[in-house]
């Protein structure tokens, strides 16, 4: 039956409960606009298996959409009858409608009677899941998990299993590609012939003569290794691993990389040592720049999949110094990443990517550290590449706290300091990010001498981004410099940002203020902070006056009642009569903040004077934050 057929199928069903009662007025009332309501929901469905065959894209993408409500209007007979047979004559038209229609299908099975009649939705699936386009095949894919989902076993042995068997022989590439996501789901619900059918099956993928089928089945071939019993893992998956590590294609060796460690989950100590361990390495020395890019990359991983034996894990740190060294930027890159995981902590007090490091923890001594991994890193700190320098500075000063004080001082202290005086701002950024990590083995006095000057130079930067990074990082080094050295060195570049051109870095600078506060007190506060925010409140300039309401309002909420009573609030009162509105209503909302944070007799009588004032400013905006606050009080 065709679309017109189904549409007027629809159009002419009779809505049920159309002879009513008269008698009972109301009761029939409420059936007509039930009536009514199905009447309408009819004209709908109609309309929507219309544009099923609309010459517009957009008309056949919103029925598509719909095929749920279509699929309930017409039951699940006409639904299993009709609309799946015509929906499998849809392969030819847009990607965009098969991409839809490929989701949709996988929602269907509650429309066609259930899960015992799911399995006729694999029929479009199969189809859709052979498309040259990739999109619509994943999205095929998904829905026939989805409906394999809700089978039984007896269902997938008869529908399944002979779907994907085609699928997996088919002559196009395209189904074979989407058959080897099938076996995960498919192979523990079945028989002892039928398993042994697709792991030979699988294998076979595995072996295709197209680079893509190879590709797709070796990116499943860990997932499939957790479903396989140990034996035919170690017999058949592992071979198969083996191979696809040469293959020609790197493109097909870079994804088993991650297969590695997917497999040796499944495996014992023993034939991790003699089969994962060999592929890492050759991996390692892959000629392909990305196979070695991903090795780097997922290292850690590695690292744990090659076992816990000493001998293992010695090898792995030999393996990860060639990383370190290899020719290629990218890779020393990834490698110069991963450097801190491959150290063991001196305290996990520090919190430093503390799952990582927990699981490589006691990877190797400190002996093995300075002995393999001090040296490339030194080299590292030299490297010509900008973005390599950059990941080992963001490391370097977390590696400290993973080596004796001798280690740290003789090998890590010359490589801060050259990594500081880079000429690159990101990897004199990356340097200071990490300042929170830096403990009593290399000190902050020892530090300071190039540290500072570092920090002076980032702060005027041309790239404001540059200077905002740095700006966040204030608060660390106040805690590190102490109150004394930090006004003599960084408390006037405070002041300074909040007269920056950026409003960014103006916002920025005045919440840094109350950062800066909590690891002083008040009285450090009234002495260092107060007089300039009372400069910039009398500065000509309405950017500076903004700065000043603005670290009022956050320094408000950390400096003492008394300071922010006597010092503060008076500022803010000022700045309410300002003569340009922007500032004004920003007042009123400084206010509403303060109210939180101050004695409330006092913001009973004078913020509420000044904001009831306000709520009479010929300027809406301001008219409008000043009730705004006067309600929240």
């Given amino acids: 039956m065709d679309v017109e057929s189904m549409a007027k199928g629809v159009s002419e069903r009779e809505p049920a409960g159309m002879e009513v009662d008269t008698q009972a007025f109301s009761h029939s009332q409420v059936e007509g606009e039930e009536n009514e309501e199905q009447k309408n929901d009819a004209v709908l469905v109609s309309v929507l298996i219309d544009d099923l065959q609309n010459d517009d894209v957009q008309f056949r993408l919103n029925s598509m959409r719909k095929l749920g409500t279509i699929a309930k209007a017409l039951g699940p007979d006409r639904t299993i009858k009709e609309l799946v047979p015509y929906l499998s004559e849809f392969v030819d038209d847009e990607d965009d409608i098969l991409v839809v229609l490929s989701d949709q299908l996988g929602g269907l099975h509650e429309f066609v009677g259930g899960a015992h009649q799911a399995h ?21 894919v998904e829905s026939i ?6 089978l ?43 398993q042994d059918e697709m792991r030979a099956l699988f294998t076979r993928l595995c072996e295709d003569e197209t680079p893509m089928v190879r590709r797709a089945a070796c990116q499943q071939l860990g997932n499939f290794a957790s479903v396989v019993d140990y034996k035919h893992v170690v017999s058949e998956l592992l071979p198969s691993m083996a191979k696809l590590t040469q293959d020609a294609q790197d493109s097909v060796r870079l994804r088993t990389v991650e297969n590695c460690v997917l497999i040796a989950k499944c495996l014992n100590d023993q034939d991790r040592q003699s089969k994962i361990l060999p592929m890492i390495y050759a991996l390692c020395k892959d000629k392909s720049w990305r196979v070695r890019y991903m090795v780097a990359d997922k290292f850690c991983d590695l690292t744990k999949a090659a076992g816990k034996e000493g001998k293992n894990r010695a090898e792995m740190v030999n393996i990860f110094v060639q990383l370190l060294q290899d020719g290629e930027a990218e890779v020393r890159t990834a490698a110069a990443q991963k450097a801190l995981k491959m150290f063991p902590p001196v305290s996990l007090v520090l919190n430093i990517f503390p799952r990582q490091i927990a699981d490589v923890a006691g990877l190797i001594g400190k002996e093995l550290t300075t002995e393999k991994l001090m ?56 340097v200071i990010s990490k300042l929170d990590t830096v403990n009593d083995v290399i000190g902050i006095q020892l530090l300071s001498q190039s540290l500072l000057p570092a920090i002076d130079e980032l702060a005027r930067d041309k790239k404001w981004r540059i200077r905002l990074a740095i700006l966040k ?47 002083f007190d008040s009285k450090w506060v009234s002495a260092n902070f107060i007089p300039e925010v009372k400069r910039l409140a009398d500065s ?34 000022n700045l309410s009569r300002d003569k340009v509105a922007n500032l004004r209503f ?15 007799s006092v913001a009973a009588n004078e913020i509420r004077s000044c904001l009831e004032s306000l709520a009479q400013d010929p300027d809406q905006d301001v008219v409008y934050f000043a009730k705004e606050a006067l309600e929240c009080m």
Wanted: with cysteine; charged share 25%.
């Fill in 120 to 140: 006729v939705l694999l029929v479009p699936l199969e189809t859709l899941s052979g498309i040259e386009e990739s999109v619509v095949r994943e999205k095929a």
């Fill in 145 to 150: 998990k989805k409906i394999m989902k809700v």
């Fill in 152 to 194: 039984n076993k007896e269902q997938l042995r008869e529908h399944a299993v002979p779907l994907v068997r085609r699928l997996g022989t088919g002559k196009w590439f395209t189904s074979r590609v989407s058959s080897s996501s099938l076996f995960e789901l498919l192979y523990p619900h079945l028989e002892q012939k039928s």
């Fill in 375 to 430: 040296k490339p890193t030194e080299a590292l700190a030299k490297d010509d590449c900008q973005y390599t320098r950059a990941a080992l500075a963001s490391v370097i000063m977390a590696l400290a706290n993973c080596a004796s004080k001798e280690v740290a001082l003789e090998f890590l202290l010359p490589q801060f300091l050259q990594l500081l005086k880079d000429d690159d701002p990101e990897v004199r950024l990356n």
């Fill in 473 to 519: 990082h204030i608060p660390i080094l106040a805690t590190k410099l102490g109150p004394d050295l930090f006004k003599q060195k960084l408390c006037g570049q405070c002041m300074e940002w909040l007269r920056d051109s950026v409003y960014q870095i103006r916002i920025a600078a005045a919440e840094n203020l109350k950062n800066v506060a909590k690891s």
């Fill in 540 to 573: 000509k300039k309405p950017s500076h006056r903004m700065s000043a309401i603005y670290a009022i309002k956050y320094l408000s909420e950390v400096v003492e009642q008394k300071l922010c009573k006597d010092e503060l609030l008076p500022l803010a009162v």
């Fill in 586 to 600: 920003t007042v009123a909302k400084t206010f509403q903040t303060m109210s939180g944070f101050i004695d409330q």
